[in-house]
Nanobody, 112 residues
Framework: QVQFVESGGGLVQPGGSLRLSCTASTSIFTSMAWYRQAPGKQRESVATITSGGSTNYADSVKGRFTISRDNRKKTMYLQMNSLKPEDTAAYYC????????WGQGTQVTVSS
């Protein structure tokens, strides 16, 4: 069973930036994704990355978020720029197609 530890969240003002990290307990060579879940809403995928590094983004974050991965470090990142209040959510990482147990996530709050 793979375990994920997400980190890097926090409170940031609108227009600010954060960099999230996700470390897996073992090497993963499949497509991965960052997800987020805002209060009262369903969890949604915001960015995906294949094992080869190809990326895809939800329209709501395109041009502002950048997903990347370092397979040697078993770590995936999400660089978030130009943050908006609507980006406020708990952020999680997991597989894109096949998913393991969810980690605890990291909270991102965008507020002035």
């Amino acid at each position: 069973q793979v375990q994920f530890v997400e980190s890097g969240g926090g409170l940031v003002q609108p227009g600010g930036s954060l960099r999230l990290s996700c470390t897996a307990s073992t090497s993963i060579f499949t497509s991965m994704a960052w997800y987020r879940q805002a209060p009262g809403k369903q969890r949604e995928s915001v960015a995906t990355i294949t094992s080869g590094g190809s990326t895809n983004y939800a329209d709501s974050v395109k041009g502002r978020f950048t997903i990347s991965r370092d397979n040697r470090k078993k770590t995936m990142y999400l660089q978030m720029n130009s943050l908006k209040p609507e980006d406020t959510a708990a952020y999680y990482c997991n597989g894109d197609v096949f998913r393991w147990a969810w980690g605890q996530g990291t909270q991102v709050t965008v507020s002035s």
